[in-house]
């Protein structure tokens, strides 16, 4: 089965959530464990909270895009934004590495999604903006009946 959507959405934080109940209903028919329903939304929480703070610097008049797509039962979900981009992706990519220690922000963003995903890709120009791709392999939820 193949499907998918593309969410944009105003760069303010309630649409966190949103993101995150939105690619949470788009997947659901797949019948994802929690766990993995746990982790894809995660993952959707921490790249849409870079965008916003670290993309647009926490200014509302700005879009992040999501596309979704899913291919059997693998799941490519890509964050986009345009930004002001990431200067070293690989500094970037550092546990605790964070350009904002005022927000007290973890800077584990990059490590969770690497962590939760099977695959992790992020492209980025600096005054153009960054994009997440990223893909996991559902397992098939077997539901035991008795």
Not at 71 to 93: H, R, T
Not at 133 to 145: P, Y
Request: hydrophobic share 35%; proline share 3%; charged share 20%.
């Amino acid at each position: 089965m193949n499907n998918k959507m593309t969410l944009t959405f105003t760069s303010i934080s309630e649409n966190e959530s949103f993101a995150r109940v939105a690619v949470g209903s788009f997947i659901a028919k797949l019948d994802p464990t929690m766990d993995e329903l746990t982790e894809i939304k995660t993952v959707i929480s921490e790249a849409v909270t870079n965008s916003i703070i670290h993309g647009y610097q926490n200014n509302p008049n700005h879009d992040i895009t999501i596309t979704c797509e899913i291919n059997n039962n693998e799941i490519e979900v890509s964050i986009i934004d345009y930004g002001e981009g990431i200067e070293n992706i690989e500094l970037a990519k550092e546990p605790l590495f964070t350009t904002k220690p005022e927000l007290e922000r973890s800077g584990m963003g990059f490590t969770i999604m690497e962590n939760f995903m099977d695959h992790i890709e992020i492209t980025s120009v600096v005054g153009q903006g960054t994009t997440v791709k990223m893909k996991k392999q559902l397992i098939k939820n077997q539901t035991v009946c008795h």
